[in-house]
């Protein structure tokens, strides 16, 4: 079976590419926003970019988000959560998941990410464990306490 972890410490995410291969290959709408922070910090304002501008920037600029809707504004908070394309709730052996990390390489890793495919036996239950966002598959085994 074939698991996808982070590999280093910050945590999993997939880069602007792998969520642009998923959004193709699932024929699902991608629409990208410039995060603007009022002088404050009191509100954000989710200002719309082009794919281009969105792909083109540098993997650590992280005021870009991707959305599933064409104005997240106008949501709440609890709304725009849903509506964003934050795919680390997918589960970790989902084949297209897979797929995107084997194809793109290192290019599929978001900010703060190195994501990698590890592959376990099918009969092994097993979990992800992780410390400051390194991951890795542990097999399950009994506790008592």
């Known amino acids: 079976m ?3 972890i982070n590999a280093c410490h910050g945590g999993f995410n997939l ?3 792998a969520i642009k291969y998923i959004a193709d290959k699932t024929g699902q709408q991608v629409y990208w926003f410039e995060t603007k922070f009022d002088k404050d910090f009191g ?4 200002v719309p970019i082009t794919a281009e501008k ?6 650590t600029w992280c005021f870009t988000r991707a959305y ?23 589960p970790r052996t989902d084949a297209l998941l897979v797929e995107v990390v084997e194809v793109l390489g290192e290019k599929a890793s978001g ?3 190195d994501l990698k495919v590890v592959e376990v036996p099918d009969d092994v ?13 542990a097999e399950n085994h009994r506790k008592w306490y």
């Open 111 to 113: 900010d703060f990410a």
């Open 43 to 46: 509100s954000i304002n989710y």
């Open 68 to 90: 599933k809707v064409p104005n997240p504004n106008e949501l709440s908070d609890e709304q725009r959560r849903e509506a964003a394309w934050d795919l680390d709730k997918m």
């Open 54 to 59: 969105a792909l083109a920037e540098s993997k």
């Open 15 to 17: 880069s602007r590419e």
């Open 125 to 137: 239950q097993w979990h992800i464990a992780e410390y400051d966002g390194t991951e890795w598959v």
């Open 2 to 4: 074939k698991i996808v």
